[in-house]
Structures are given as C-alpha cells and as structure tokens.
C-alpha cells in the first residue's frame, strides 16, 4: 500500500507508525507541520503547511490511504477532502484527544476539569460533523477519547499508542535503594495537574520521607528520556483519565508508573495494567507506599516491561492499522 500521513506529530506516533509500515513493506510518507522543542525523532518529514500544498497533486494521484492525524489534513479548512474523496481515495482520522475533548463532555464524564484545549465546543462539533461527512472512519488511543467521537464516524477503532520497545534500555528499580528519585515531566502543567503533584511532594517531605523529586520541563525528548532512565518512580498525569506517551514509555524503561485513570477507562483496559492508580486527593499516600517499599517498586517496573512489550509494540500496533486499513 502506498499510505500518507499528515500533518500532526504527536508523541512520536506518526514517526514510529511509518517506520513500521515501511518494514512491513509499504510505502509511506509522513509530514510533520507541528514543531515542539520535543524535537521528536522519526522517518518523516519535518515541512510546513505550504510546503505540504505543493506536493498535494502528486500524492493525490500516487496514494492509496490518507491517515490524518489530530483533526489537521493537508490543505486548510480541509479543503482536500472532497477532492480526496471524488478520487475514491480511502482515508482515515486519528484523534488524539485535545482535538475533540470538549468542555461540555469533560465535565459529564471526568471527576476533575481540564483546561480548554485549542478549540472551543462549536468548533470541535463543527469541525467533526464535516470531517465525518467525508470520512467513515476514526482511531483514537483509548476509550477516555472514545466517547468525544463515537456519535459522528460510522466506524470507530481503538489502536494502543506505540513504542519501539526494543529502543529502550531497561532499568528497574533496585531493591536495595532507600533514597528514590521521583520524576515528573508535563509538557502542560495545567493539564498533568502538576499544582497536586508538588503540593503532595511537599507534604511527603514535610513528613520527613527520604526521596528526590525532580520536574522535568521544557526538555528535548531524547534528554527527557536519559533522565527517565535515572528514574524510581514516574508521575505522569493525575486529571484527565487516562495515560500517556510518558507512561508508556516509563513503562518501557521498567519503571512503576503513578497517574489517574478513570474507572470506566480502566474496565475497557487489560487487566494487568501495572499503572499505579493515584488521585488528587491520595497522591501523598500512594507515593509513600512506594518510597518505603523498593521490592514492589522493582516487581512494578518488572510487570511494566512486560505490559508495553505485550500491547504497545510498535509491531502489533501496526498490525492493528493494517488490519483496519484494508477494511476501508
């Protein structure tokens, strides 16, 4: 298959998907308009939106599959689409969740408020009728972005965010360390609830427990990673619901990940999820029990190897996306 994607890379996901693919023996290309100090690392290419237009002729007539990603296609106001779909060309949207998360339902389903993501409520309404006009089918990461789209695709698949696991070098916690050091990275504060996370640090060390905290901000992913190596335990994100690319990827390290996720979230998750449940509220406690106890620490970084290898591979993954590329 001859398959594009475009234009928004987030966590990594679009570099890691397309190199995948292109082992599997198709031909891909992926442009990335979105630039972070992230810096992400991957086999596509890093352009602009105008750049992107020049070539879009080209992939018209030369592409099987357009996998859009985070509500973005390749021409503003998604003016390719109904080129796209004259064409008969099959096409999917991958949502990521602060490109459908709308204030509205936040508030219905999650037991803490986000903040506003990019786009207001009618805008996201607006813009996911028209996308569902001309596309049948969506992919989101979970069942907490599940609910945001399932009421305008026809088809809706849930497809696990994926990790080059065997990139990471393991190093589980040791057993003997009394002194551990906790981390915690967000890339929005405001979203990751990092206000609980230090207040529940503060306390811990107002309480005279022995650790090391540091906050990791504003950092290229390669060095956010070799500090995530360093690791005992790693805070990820404790409003939304669910977890991220930084627990997987934690994961992936052998290190025990602490975050919320919403009881709902969790059902339709595997049962061997090894993720540390924590809440605004218990953050302290939860934490405690894993600075006083190095065994379960390591035995958690263990079981956390174990989950991303089993359902985060970047090869079972695409294998998913194959499987529903050719239903298109």
Known sequence: MKIVHAQTE????????????????????????FHTYL??????????????????????????????????????????????KEKG????????????????MVNRLNPYPLPPTY?????????????????????VQDYEAYHYVKDYYKNVYVVPLACNVDDFQVAYPSVSNNH????????????????YVESAITKLHNQGNVFTYHILEKMSHDKALAE????????????????????VE????????????????????????????????????????????PVRRHEIGKASRMYVEKYHSAERVTNELVNIYEKL
């Open 10 to 33: 987030i966590a990594g996901q679009m570099g890691i998907i397309c190199k995948e693919l292109r082992k599997k023996g198709h031909q891909v290309a992926g442009y990335n308009c």
């Open 39 to 84: 810096n992400y690392r991957g086999d596509i290419h890093t352009t602009d939106a105008f750049e992107v237009m020049k070539e879009f002729e080209f992939l018209l007539n030369n592409s099987d599959i357009f996998h859009f990603h985070n509500a973005n296609t390749l021409i503003q106001d998604f003016a390719d689409l109904p080129l796209l």
């Open 89 to 104: 060309k099959k096409m999917l949207m991958h949502h990521w969740g602060s490109d459908v998360r709308t204030v509205e």
């Open 119 to 139: 786009y207001s409520d009618e805008e996201i309404h607006r813009q996911l009728t028209f996308l569902s006009e001309h596309i049948d089918t969506a992919i």
């Open 180 to 195: 551990p050091l906790i981390i915690h990275a967000p890339t929005n504060r405001e979203f990751k609830g990092s206000d």
């Open 228 to 247: 995530y190596l360093k690791a005992d335990i790693i805070i990820d994100q404790l409003l939304c619901g669910t977890y991220g690319m930084l627990s």
């Open 250 to 293: 934690a994961m992936a390290l052998g290190k025990p990940v602490v975050a919320f996720i919403r009881d709902d979230v969790r059902q339709k998750l595997p049962a061997d999820l090894p993720i540390v449940q924590a809440t605004p509220d218990n953050l302290d406690e939860v934490l405690q029990g894993l600075i006083n106890d």
